[in-house]
């Protein structure tokens, strides 16, 4: 288990070196058989079984008296094994010392970069939808942690670097580690309903104001996890129903969701912008804030702290301090617009 937690260059180099061992060793067995073979004139099987017990130093009886030649080879074969068996067991002991101080500083460096996290999204079970959450997130560069339990799953984190803890999820010390008091928010995505529920309980009591974000298998469980805490709750299963009868009932609908969301197709992207008292467009309508001459960008929604969410709002609209913009545009447009609202 311990050899599967090391990186893959590391794991190749001593397969290397032990298929090099096994190598060395077979050469011996073969040269020693050989060499009794044209000396002694023994049998092939009694040549083998000299060698083995003569590298072996167990000091078993020999096959028959030994010539002058015999004696002289039988004492190199016994310092030659005695070297090389010498040389692959400090090979190795030095490689598993190696292999034990790279786990114990890796993962104290992976506890030390996860303790200096902050407003960051703890994931709770690479599985499917986990692996994709992380994937995404990576790719916007938003920080985050992993935690999961499953051994079999930690290589393939390891290979993409991502942050990670190995731990069950529903314990609040796992939890802890994982920074959830600093964290921005947290994805209950495991494959039971009860585990998802049980974490998103003992979350919202580590931290009440964290965003948790739980998967549903159940659609009848959607209500207990709200009851629980949950922000949000999302059932792939529902989800994925809807999407298959929109791509038949509304396929054009589809098409450019598909295109914004998932970055294919057009040049476009839909964004949200959080506005601060600090910004050039507070106090300004949306029609003074010219955002669609100066930036060529739609604002599709907007979300004020304290009101549900203003679908299409009118020009005459004021900006305020912590309104949230939904906006729409291409990537060069919204990084720019970025810019001015911070």
């Known amino acids: 288990m311990m050899f599967k937690k090391l990186p893959a260059y590391i794991r190749s180099r001593i ?7 096994l190598l060395l ?10 060499g009794y073979r044209i000396i002694e004139k023994w049998d092939w099987l009694d040549c083998l079984y000299m060698t083995i017990i003569t590298t072996s130093t167990v000091g078993y009886r020999e096959i028959g008296p030994l010539s002058h030649a015999g004696k002289l080879f039988t004492m190199g074969l016994i310092l030659y094994s005695v070297v090389m068996v010498a040389f692959i067991v400090g090979y190795f002991t030095k490689h598993l010392v190696e292999s034990e101080i790279f786990l114990f500083f890796g993962r104290k460096k992976l506890e030390k970069h996860i303790q200096n996290l902050k407003d960051h999204v703890i994931i709770c079970g690479y599985g499917r939808i986990g692996s994709f959450i992380c994937h995404e997130l990576h790719q916007a560069g938003m920080p985050f942690v992993i935690v999961e ?3 079999e799953v930690l290589p393939e984190i390891e ?11 529903t314990n609040d010390d796992t939890l802890i580690r994982a920074g959830i008091r600093r964290a921005k928010a947290l994805v209950a995505s495991v494959e039971t309903d009860a585990d998802n529920l049980f974490i ?5 009591g580590l931290n009440p104001d964290l965003f948790i974000l739980s998967r549903a298998g159940d659609e009848s469980t959607e209500k207990k996890l709200l009851l629980a805490g949950a922000t949000k709750v999302v059932s792939p299963y529902k989800m994925g129903a809807l999407r298959m009868a929109n791509i038949i009932l509304r396929p054009a609908v589809v098409d450019f969701a598909e295109t914004v969301f998932q970055k294919r197709g057009l040049n476009l992207r839909i964004e949200e912008f959080l506005l601060t008292s600090r910004s050039s467009l507070t106090g300004k309508t949306l029609k003074e804030s010219k955002l669609r001459e100066r930036f060529g960008v739609i604002v599709v929604a907007m979300k004020r702290p304290t009101e549900a969410m203003l679908f299409n709002p009118s020009p005459e609209e004021t900006l305020h301090a912590g309104d949230t913009l939904v906006v729409l545009g291409e990537p060069k447009h919204l990084e720019t617009l970025e810019q001015i609202i911070k």
């Open 149 to 151: 339990n499953n051994e």
């Open 159 to 169: 290979s993409h670097a991502y942050l990670f803890l190995r731990g069950d999820a």
């Open 15 to 21: 397969i290397t070196h032990l298929g090099l061992a």
């Open 25 to 34: 060793l077979f050469i011996l067995l073969a040269a020693g058989t050989i």
């Open 200 to 204: 998103t309980l003992t979350a919202r």
